[in-house]
């Protein structure tokens, strides 16, 4: 995250190249090339495959972003992705990009780091226009997450902003929240999926089962669902990171049953978490901010080639991640 190479994220997921946790190589790579595109077309864009994965979160660690190898390996599995390799060291990942395509009609985008060696080349950009020149082949748009200071550079590369969330922290557990009432809430049942499917995929706007799946066996005992009357009305699922435990997604009908479930997957959890929160529910906000978390940054949810955000976030109170949507 973070656009302009030095803009970090108070060293925690940090953000020395993009705008997003993926996002363009900061202000000396938008808009214009000049001597930069010249050097960084004498390197080639090849496929980001499994055997990449240690120069991949090696990436990750000079960005101080949050990702595991499993993260990696996760988005390799349900996306695709491009890097550039380091010169003279084909074992090195140089600078990468990543999209997710969660429907015919978008794919999101992320992961866009350059080693700091290689910053200031061009590569961030190359990459970038790759990915979206593969999205307009098969007709699809593209979605990302900007920091303030990302944001320009997309709006050079024509994303248009759609709304926005922000990202807490919290350092160690509170008391204990109260229980919910008239909530069934219970761990997750791989019962529970048909569900799911069923609750996501008009919330989100495609069909990311796939990488809800992946998510809910990184940490299942984070992995909850709420119903009432019979119904299932709203899950959570979790992941361990480098830096911090994160949660997300969170969809449920209300901020009751929201509350509810981030009580469950906090309780699961000891040591600092992530949360990136949806923004536009004060209620919401407060609830979060009274179990602990501090806010740390903003993010603008950008869209490329898209009319309209996919889905109905109004089910939305806890995103993925930046990198996963």
């Not at 350092?171 to 919910?180: D, I, K, L, N, Q």
Request: glycine share 12%; hydrophobic share 40%; charged share 25%.
């Amino acid at each position: 995250m973070g656009s302009i190479e030095g803009d970090t994220e108070g060293g925690t997921e940090g953000g020395t190249e993009a705008g997003t946790e993926g996002g363009t190589e900061g202000s000396t790579d938008g808009g214009t090339y000049g001597s930069t595109e010249r050097t960084s077309k004498a390197a080639s864009i090849e496929t980001l495959e499994a055997r990449d994965l240690p120069g991949a979160l090696a990436l990750s660690r000079s960005a101080s972003w949050n990702q595991r190898e499993a993260d990696w390996r996760m988005m390799l599995e349900v996306g695709r992705g491009w890097c550039i390799r380091a010169p003279g060291d084909e074992t090195r990942i140089a600078a990468s990009t990543v999209v997710l395509p969660y429907d015919p009609s978008f794919a999101w985008v992320s992961m866009v780091l350059v080693l700091p060696e290689f910053r200031g080349q061009g590569y961030a950009s190359r990459l970038l226009r790759h990915a979206l020149d593969e999205l307009a082949r098969t007709g699809s748009g593209g979605v990302l997450d900007a920091t303030p200071a990302g944001r320009p550079v997309y709006v050079q590369e024509g994303f248009v902003d759609s709304s926005t969330f922000r990202r807490y922290r919290r350092e160690s557990a509170p008391a204990a929240a109260p229980s919910a009432k008239n909530i069934d809430l219970r761990p997750l049942d791989a019962r529970d999926w048909p569900a799911i499917a069923t609750l996501d995929r008009p919330v989100f706007g495609g069909d990311r089962t796939a990488l809800l799946h992946r998510l809910a066996s990184r940490l299942p005992r984070a992995a909850h669902v709420a119903g009432r009357d019979g119904r299932l009305c709203g899950f959570v699922l979790g992941r361990d990171g480098r830096e911090a435990t994160q949660i997300g997604p969170l969809v449920a009908d209300d901020v009751a049953l929201a509350e509810a479930l981030l009580d469950a997957a906090l309780r699961s959890i000891d040591g600092p978490v992530y949360v990136d929160a949806v923004d536009d529910r004060p209620e919401w906000l407060a609830a979060v901010a009274a179990r602990g978390f501090v806010e740390q940054r903003p993010f603008t949810r950008m869209l490329y080639a898209l009319e309209r955000a996919p889905g109905n976030a109004s089910r939305v109170f806890l995103v993925a991640g930046p990198e996963l949507g």
